[in-house]
């Protein structure tokens, strides 16, 4: 399967991004069972025109796939983010305290992530969509526009 850089890249917005990769992998997502402690994310692709107007290069819009280090998660193990050092915290809340600690602290489905390229698996999914499997522990942190990412 072909990876469609340029379908992503005509995005203008990250969330016009982020749903354009749902569109394009919601039938392969469903059909993935996720192991371990693992996350799949939808590598962001840079803007294929800029700001200004510019038409980037085919070979500019391919840095986005090996060098890219943001992401929107797409779905991940149950497992994920349960680390050993919380499990006494986690005895001691609620089932409604729990899932508040865990949305606060840790990325959920559809936020953009960042990480260290190098340490991803990278695959094509559903529609062409360049993504990534990574590890929880893998991930540096969240961020609100992956263009701060680079």
């Not at 469903?30 to 070979?59: C, E, F, H, W």
Request: hydrophobic share 45%.
């Amino acid at each position: 399967m072909k990876i469609d850089l340029v379908r992503f890249g005509k995005c203008r917005t990250p969330a016009e991004q982020a749903a354009e990769f749902v569109k394009a992998t919601t039938k392969a997502v469903a059909g993935l069972r996720i192991m371990q402690n693992r996350i799949l994310v939808g590598t962001y692709v840079q803007r294929a025109i800029s700001a200004g107007g510019i038409i980037m290069p085919d070979k500019t819009l391919d840095e986005s796939r090996f060098q890219g280090k943001a992401g929107v998660i797409l779905a991940m193990c149950p497992l994920a983010f349960h680390f050993k050092e919380n499990d006494e915290l986690m005895r001691e809340l609620s089932a409604k305290q729990r899932t508040e600690f865990m949305r606060e602290n840790y990325p959920q489905v559809g936020e953009w992530v960042f990480y260290r390229a190098s340490d991803t698996w990278e695959i094509a999914l559903g529609e062409g969509a360049p993504c990534r499997f990574i590890y929880d522990d893998v991930i540096v942190g969240r961020v609100t526009d992956p263009e701060f990412i680079w």
